[in-house]
Every structure is written in C-alpha cells, then in structure tokens.
Nanobody, 111 residues
Framework: QVQLVESGGGLVQPGGSLRLSCAAS?????MGWYRQAPGKQRELVAS???????NYADSVRGRFTISRDNPKNTVYLQMNSLKPEDTAVYYC????????WGQGTQVTVSS
C-alpha cells in the first residue's frame, strides 16, 4: 500500500500561481498529477520519474512545472499563469505494482 497526502490547492485569480505538493509513504518511480473538472474525464497534467524525466499535457506545457524531492518521496506541481479552465480537482498519482491516488485538492481559478 502507498499513501499519498496532498496539499496546496485553493482559490486564485487568473494569471496567479499555486504550488501543489504530494508526499508518498514509500519511494516510487513514477509520480504525477491528474485533474478532473466537473463533467469531464480525469486527465493527465504532468508526470515525472525518479530519474527526472517529465511529461506534460499540451494545455499546461510552459505554464506548469513538475518536480520531485526523491529523499522526501515528494512531488510538486508549480502552476503559473493560471487560467479559469485550469479549475479542477487535482489528484496526485503514483504506481507501485498498482495505481494509487491522493484524496484530491481543489484548484479554483476565478476573479
């Protein structure tokens, strides 16, 4: 079993920034963030391996940055230039023989 504890969501104005954090209970290779907006399917936002290889959705590339602190088993998502369409529940994700998800954190971008 892997526990994922997220933090950092909230309300921000368009153009603002937020940073999400997710701490895993054990070391895993692949970690990432997904998001789900009301009425839409969950989608990949960004992922990162323990070696630092990253992958981004086209909609966030250049605005969001994923990083990780391997000794702390923690992944971060720095979100800049936020847009209303980034509003969603953001879920931390990892895989260790099975898929594991965090509890989700709400990000709302609104003026």
């Amino acid at each position: 079993q892997v526990q994922l504890v997220e933090s950092g969501g909230g309300l921000v104005q368009p153009g603002g920034s937020l940073r999400l954090s997710c701490a895993a209970s054990v070391s895993t290779n692949l970690m990432g963030w997904y998001r789900q907006a009301p009425g839409k399917q969950r989608e990949l936002v960004a992922s990162i391996t323990s070696g630092g290889s990253t992958n981004y959705a086209d909609s966030v590339r250049g605005r969001f940055t994923i990083s990780r602190d391997n000794p702390k088993n923690t992944v971060y998502l720095q979100m800049n230039s936020l847009k209303p369409e980034d509003t969603a529940v953001y879920y931390c994700y990892t895989r260790r023989y099975s898929d594991y998800w965090g509890q989700g954190t709400q990000v709302t971008v609104s003026s």
